[in-house]
């Protein structure tokens, strides 16, 4: 990639699309707002085929991603250098030097945003640790744009404190595309379905009976040993207690919806001693299936 930082521009592309909040709205209707103080936008916007595009800063106070759909560009972040091509995203914390650019022969297209709050900074953390890097891809697909278009353009009838509101409600979505992204294209993965979506969907078809790791681990074609640690690492549970959770989710519909006696629905549910039945249930909702009844029939 050349880098001919003379003929580099910050900013000025035909057809760009940019706004930059004012900081008495920032102050005003995003920091002194509990429904969205955790996660707001400051900046966002698009740039196509922006040839000469080069930032270099020692560090922003705002979090930042940037997401290529078409061309190419380079990162540079703690010293490593990441090349940009269409579908990759990178992220950069706030704080960090850092320093971009795009290609000159073949100039990127992005869509960009600044942000601040504690549960950005976390979402960040989270992508890091998710794909290793401040850089990964993601499967293009137009619901991201159209929710980008949606942030961008009600920012665009101004900055009322509903409208600020509602903006940043939705911005976390736009984030969680990026973080969850086969959770938010899960039809772009049906030809190579992820394994632990295979293992819930068989614990969902077979809620009313008995699963062993063996037999979750042999569906998916792995050892169990193996197969527990992926599922656990994606989950945070091992297979069979997420198993059980779904049973319990059952359950409660069960205790709130029909006049089932407590053996009955742990019958149901594939499990035959109604005591460690119980004694699951509480574990998982920190009361016993019978309060449980109580609590729920009480109000509706």
Known sequence: MKNIHG???KDGFEGQMAIVLPKSIINQFCIKN??????????????????FHYRKRAGVEQNILIYCVEGKGQVTLDKNKYTINPGDFFVIPFG????????????????????KGEQTDEIIKQIYNK???????????????????????????????????????LFPQFLGSFLFNQKF????????????DLSIQLMQENIFKSLSLKELAEHVNSSPSNYS??????????????FNHLKIQKACQFLQFTDLRIKEIALRLGIEDQYYFSRLFT???????????????AVR
């Open 7 to 9: 003929n580099f521009k």
């Open 34 to 51: 509990k429904i969205i103080d955790k996660a707001f936008i400051t900046d966002i916007g698009y740039y196509p085929k922006a040839k």
């Open 96 to 115: 960090k030097p850092h320093a971009y650019q795009t290609d000159i022969e073949n100039p990127w297209t992005i869509y960009w945003c600044h942000f």
């Open 131 to 169: 794909f290793g890097s401040f850089k990964a891809s993601v499967p293009f697909t137009d619901s991201r744009i159209e929710l980008f278009n949606k942030l961008y353009q009600n920012l665009e009838k101004g900055y009322s404190f509903e409208n600020i509101s509602y903006v940043n409600l």
């Open 185 to 196: 294209t899960p039809n772009l993965a049906l030809d190579t379905p992820d394994i632990i």
């Open 229 to 242: 640690a992926v599922f656990r690492k994606k989950t945070g549970f091992p297979p069979v207690a997420y």
């Open 283 to 297: 574990k998982i909702m920190s009361c016993s299936p019978s309060t449980y009844r109580e609590q729920k029939t």
